[in-house]
């Protein structure tokens, strides 16, 4: 979203891909081109200790923080712990820089106190926020947004959807508005942005009788966007299939998240195929009528889930990506020509 923002104010530098780790980030800034005036540097981590030193690397003039989730809390320990990796971001902050928080999360004070004495702009759907979501009406095809930017009221439709699709926005406006870009514009420069492979991505499957459109989610997953992808799937006015895979990472409250969803599960799937050995928990969670099959790998029920698909379905595929969702994401799109949709 920032990449699209930016591109249409200067040359703007962004990484094609998650390169957000001790590998990633240098190479990103290494190829950074001459005359560049923009650049996204993304930054994750799944282990304590390792924003900070490449915060320094990269030394940002504005620093966003999405959300902070219970993703990687089997590594961190605790939520707060999470809070405080992701607040690490901030020792990189150039004089001057610029923290955007979001201001609905519960461990804002937390990384709040993390900003010392750089400027704070919050975004989120409060009050207090100075670039707040004011209404998301998602329907199968994307999302209508309002929002408030300061004292503007701002609206753009998206070619995706979900409220939390809605949210990054914001806070992308918030960010790119934290660079001297009119929000208007930058409003204007999210009309239609679709959500890429592995994070979102909607695609047909064309067949000969008809066609699947694939949900492709691939790429990570952590109980929020599980219920967030879960969500969007439950938008589709067709047999909706849920393709999920194991959530790595939550330590020992893996086994309670993977039950957790199986409310969401049942509320918006018609029918559910899971692989790997806390997904089965979920498996046998839900509504026996939603149950397809369980695999312990992936690689073996790609098959499976390629031969029960039938034209007019909409297929969710979401895992962590050591559970290696790929396969089932290929396999499904070679049943027919798959066609980018947004």
Not at 45 to 63: C, K, S, T, Y
Not at 263 to 281: I, K, R, T
């Amino acid at each position: 979203m920032l990449r699209a923002i930016l591109t249409t104010q200067g040359a703007c530098w962004a990484a094609e891909a998650s390169h957000n780790n001790q590998w990633g980030v240098p190479l990103t800034l290494a190829r950074m081109p001459p005359g560049t005036q923009f650049a996204v540097i993304e930054i994750g981590m799944n282990h304590a200790g390792e924003i900070a030193p490449l915060a320094r690397l990269a030394r940002p003039h504005v620093a966003l923080i999405t959300t902070v989730e219970r993703a990687h809390v089997g590594h961190l320990g605790s939520i707060e712990a999470v809070a405080d990796e992701k607040a690490a971001i901030l020792v990189g902050l150039e004089p001057g820089g610029i923290a955007v928080l979001p201001g609905d999360s519960a461990l804002l004070p937390r990384l709040r106190a993390r900003a010392r004495n750089h400027a704070v702009r919050l975004f989120g759907s409060n009050a207090p926020a100075s670039f707040r979501l004011l209404d998301a009406e998602s329907d199968a095809e994307g999302c209508d947004v309002t929002l408030a930017a300061g004292e503007a009221r701002l609206s753009l439709r998206m070619a995706s959807s979900g409220r939390h699709m809605a949210m990054n926005a914001v806070g992308a406006i918030a960010a790119a508005a934290a660079l001297g870009v009119d929000p208007a514009a930058a409003a204007r420069a999210l009309s239609g942005f679709a959500p890429l492979a592995g994070r979102g991505a909607r695609r047909m499957v064309t067949l000969p009788d008809g066609d699947i459109l694939l949900l492709d989610e691939s790429y990570n997953a952590n109980g929020a966007s599980v219920r967030a992808a879960l969500s969007v799937l439950g938008l589709q006015p067709r047999r909706r299939v849920a393709v999920l895979g194991d959530m790595r990472e939550l330590g020992w409250e893996g086994p309670d998240e993977h039950r957790a969803l199986a409310p969401e599960v049942d509320a918006n799937a018609d029918l559910l195929f899971a692989c790997g050995a806390l997904m089965q928990l979920l498996f046998a969670a839900v509504a026996p009528e939603r149950r397809g099959v369980w695999t312990e790998r992936s690689t073996d029920l790609a098959p499976i889930v390629a031969g029960a698909l039938r034209p007019g379905d909409a297929v969710l595929v979401k895992g962590s990506l050591g559970t290696r969702m790929k396969p089932i994401v290929q396999a499904i799109e070679a049943l027919g020509a798959a066609e980018e949709q947004g």
